[in-house]
């Protein structure tokens, strides 16, 4: 499969999943950011990295996008065109926890 093809579907399934989940997802999940998708080339598992903007609502964040996995899926399939519509998965984005602190430390390290 053309790797261009990949990163643009990937993009349009990027916004639609960040549509679906702040305007039609029921559950509470708090404030959830998609920070990035990765599709297999195989199209059958699509992995979504999300943050949520205060980590006290990680655990609610995490329960509320597990049971309203088969929504977004059935949300995603009508609106981005593709043959098979992967298995979702949802992993916490780390990323700018470990950046910020990161951050702090070299703060620190130049303060003494």
Known sequence: MNNNYLLKTESSIKRTLSDIIQNE????IGFVT???VSLTSD??????YYTVLSMK????A???????KGF????????????K???IVFKLDTSYD?????EDLIKEIHKD
Request: aromatic share 4%.
């Open 25 to 28: 997802v029921k559950n509470n």
């Open 34 to 36: 998609i920070t990035d």
């Open 43 to 48: 199209y059958s598992y699509l992995t979504v």
């Open 57 to 60: 609502d990680k655990k609610k």
């Open 62 to 68: 995490k329960e509320g996008l597990e049971s309203s």
């Open 72 to 83: 977004i899926r059935t949300a995603l399939a009508s609106r981005v065109k593709m043959r």
């Open 85 to 87: 519509v992967p298995e």
């Open 98 to 102: 470990n950046a910020s602190r990161i």
